[in-house]
T-cell receptor, first 112, second 117 residues
Framework: EDKVVQSPLSLVVHEGDTVTLNCSYEVTNFRSLLWYKQEKKAPTFLFMLTSSGIEKKSGRLSSILDKKELFSILNITATQTGDSAIYLCATGGYNAGNMLTFGGGTRLMVKP | GAVVSQHPSRVICKSGTSVKIECRSLDFQATTMFWYRQFPKQSLMLMATSNEGSKATYEQGVEKDKFLINHASLTLSTLTVTSAHPEDSSFYIC?????????????FGPGTRLTVL
């Protein structure tokens, strides 16, 4: 059975701090790892990672995948209160028609 | 990015009634859509994979007669919660991917919050 585990479960930081969220996985036929941000409603897509060692960046967010050690990290620098959300990690296939297996999520709260 | 809509966004119903939730891909075609359920402070749990023109594939523990899925067109999938009970109260989210694109990302609808009294 495929398994995706995220840590920490929750995190409270102050504005300006840098945070690192972890995602480890045990899946058969791994193809891709995705990060999503969920605020009040449905998740919004952040990154898709398929290759080891290649960092993806979007503003203050960045993510990298280690296929040898079977984990990924999501970094957020200079955090802002708007970064408060649940961050979800999921593994999926090459074909976007493949199902996603989600981790339990990390709840991030950024205090002013 | 691609847009997925859900309707209704919120529904309150009495126990024993059936509720239909629609998931639409607005600017792309989706041969496959997914239905998730999310309880408070928990992650998304896949309920079923909706396949256009064929039967849905249900995850273990999900009653197919309870949660009816119909994917009649390339832009619409519906989830009907039949004879809803209070324990069915949850946040239901669908996702879809563009069948005609090389992009491999799934996009989520805004979700439907179901409350069964």
């Amino acid at each position: 059975e495929d398994k995706v585990v995220q840590s920490p479960l929750s995190l409270v930081v102050h504005e300006g701090d840098t945070v690192t969220l972890n995602c480890s996985y045990e899946v058969t036929n791994f193809r891709s790892l995705l990060w999503y941000k969920q605020e009040k409603k449905a998740p919004t897509f952040l990154f898709m990672l398929t290759s080891s060692g290649i960092e993806k960046k979007s503003g203050r967010l960045s993510s990298i995948l280690d296929k040898k050690e079977l984990f990924s990290i999501l970094n957020i620098t200079a955090t802002q209160t708007g970064d408060s959300a649940i961050y979800l990690c999921a593994t999926g296939g090459y074909n976007a028609g493949n199902m996603l297996t989600f981790g339990g999520g990390t709840r991030l709260m950024v205090k002013p | 990015g691609a847009v997925v809509s859900q309707h209704p966004s919120r529904v309150i119903c009495k126990s024993g009634t059936s509720v239909k939730i629609e998931c639409r891909s607005l600017d792309f075609q989706a041969t496959t859509m997914f239905w998730y359920r999310q309880f408070p402070k928990q992650s998304l749990m896949l309920m079923a994979t909706s396949n256009e023109g064929s039967k849905a594939t249900y995850e273990q523990g999900v009653e197919k007669d309870k949660f009816l899925i119909n994917h009649a067109s390339l832009t619409l999938s519906t989830l009907t919660v039949t004879s809803a009970h209070p324990e069915d109260s949850s946040f239901y989210i669908c996702s879809a991917s563009d069948s005609g694109s090389q992009a491999r990302t799934q996009y989520f609808g805004p979700g439907t919050r179901l409350t069964v009294l």
